[in-house]
């Protein structure tokens, strides 16, 4: 599990230029996978919906566009981020701890967390955490990076784990800050793997899908 002092002082480093580095080193592809959640989530006629672990803001602000009706709260433990989150226009953000969340019980319709849970200390810990938050009924979107099978896998291993860190160093000039993502990537559950996790923790209804060939998936689990 990664260190969460570590992982908080890198994203600290890479703020200014984390948007950017993400479009680049998804060739833009992370604009179409945060599409897809927004549009599945505006399917849901959400009223409160908490984004957690929310960087900059890129997919609170895509809810915002998507569901103008709900009122969406950004939270993250990592003030820097935090900052270009509001300076690009997300109405509310929080600095919060995703494993103690400031919310009672039966808070938010809707609880997402994209590309982060990847970097929490305890995955068990904080979906347990984000399903005390949801109502009855709530759903928990989780987005982030999985493994492709078949022919892709290894070309996307080799630009995972050899030209990534490479690129985003380059772009950001914090090349350690990326050298620990495909290590973190090949050890995070995916597919049944995740849903089964999700199960455990005391969702029902859950679900898997890949994206862009397995590169990315987007879980979903309901809360009872």
Known sequence: MPDPAYVRTAFARIADR???????????????????????????????????????????????????????????????????????????????????????????????????????EDYPKAITEMRRVLKPGGHLVILDFSLPTGLMRGPYRFYLHRILPRLAGWLTREQDAYEYLGGSIEAFPSGAAMTDLLTTCGFRATSATPLTFGVVSCYVGRQP
């Open 18 to 120: 984390y948007v950017l580095t993400n479009h680049v080193l998804s060739c833009g592809m992370d604009l179409w996978w945060r599409h897809v959640v927004s549009r599945r989530i505006r399917g849901w006629q959400p009223k409160r919906l908490l984004d957690v672990a929310s960087g900059t803001g890129d997919l609170a602000l895509k809810l915002q566009q998507t569901c103008p009706d709900c009122e969406i709260i950004a939270s993250d433990f990592c003030p820097e981020m935090l900052a270009h989150a509001s300076s690009r226009g997300v109405k509310q953000t929080l600095v919060a701890d995703a494993l103690a969340l400031p919310f009672p019980d039966d808070e938010f319709d809707v609880v997402t967390v994209a590309f982060g849970l990847r970097n929490m």
